[in-house]
């Protein structure tokens, strides 16, 4: 596979301090989504060319890349969610978007906190962009809760496996180190470990036409793209409960603890 030149006015150099003092407050408070962006920033130097080489050298990946479909604004658009059949990967990034309150033009408006390059009109920034806004398609073909510290980290591992970038490396790693601390068990550890293993061994999502793929059944999605059930990240939730499941949440382990009760009780 060919090297391709950097990114255009790029030194090349992680920025380790900026990357600390976010590892730092995304600790501290797992809800702060901006410090994630910030790691990335300073961490993941030389991995959009990396992965866009990758991307054209794939069967589809040159009409792909030629088509430059920005996604966010497909996400975003509520007649395209709508249009999914039921079983397939769009239904269920539809109940997802609909769970979590989440949506697309959101992780944008987030990321853009950031000064970074994702918004120029340069092939590595829409592959950078491409990551980004799959992101929450990834927590379903996982299985990964978006809403839980412990499915964060797991598919962080996952993403660090299948797109490299020492950002998502970090953040796994520091989250499964602190969750030993916490938790009092290796459990929560073990999951994210299961899910960088898991990443290993899947095909390379990133190549994949999210167009065509949304329209596919999940069960068969999951198959094809050998994405295993996330054994070790199920036992973790059982075990370790709501609240040590997003031990990194303040918010998040508030209201799994105001759960609890009422799911006992039923």
Do not use: C
Request: aromatic fraction near 10%; avoid cysteine.
């Amino acid at each position: 596979m060919a090297k391709l030149p950097p990114f255009p006015g790029t030194t090349g150099r992680r920025d380790w301090p900026t990357a600390f003092d976010a590892i730092k407050k995304l600790l501290a408070n797992g809800d702060d989504t901006t410090q994630v962006f910030r790691i990335m920033r300073a961490l993941n130097v030389g991995n959009a060319p990396m992965n866009y080489a990758r991307l054209i050298a794939t069967e589809q990946g040159g009409r792909i890349a030629y088509d430059q479909v920005e996604l966010a604004r497909r996400f975003s658009d509520p007649a395209f969610v709508a249009s999914f059949a039921p079983g397939t990967v769009g239904a269920a990034y539809r109940d997802f978007l609909e769970t979590t309150g989440y949506s697309a033009d959101g992780l944008v408006e987030v990321s853009r906190l950031v000064p970074s390059e994702d918004d120029l009109a340069h092939p590595y920034a829409w592959f950078g962009r491409r990551v980004r806004d799959t992101h929450d398609i990834w927590h379903v073909l996982t299985g990964y809760k978006a809403d839980e510290s412990m499915g964060e980290a797991a598919l962080v591992a996952f993403s660090y496996a299948q797109v490299g970038g020492l950002g998502w490396a970090l953040i796994g790693s520091a989250a499964a180190l602190k969750s030993i601390r916490v938790t009092g068990s290796r459990l929560f550890a073990k999951a994210v470990w299961e899910g960088y293993r898991h990443g290993r061994k899947a095909k390379w999502i990133s190549g994949e036409d999210y167009l065509t793929l949304l329209h596919e059944p999940l069960d068969a999605a999951r198959a094809r793209l050998g994405i295993a059930t996330p054994v070790a990240y199920l036992h973790a939730q059982r075990e370790l409960g709501p609240e040590l499941a997003s031990y990194l949440s303040t918010q998040r382990a508030a209201n799994a603890a105001a759960v609890a009760p009422q799911q006992i009780a039923a």
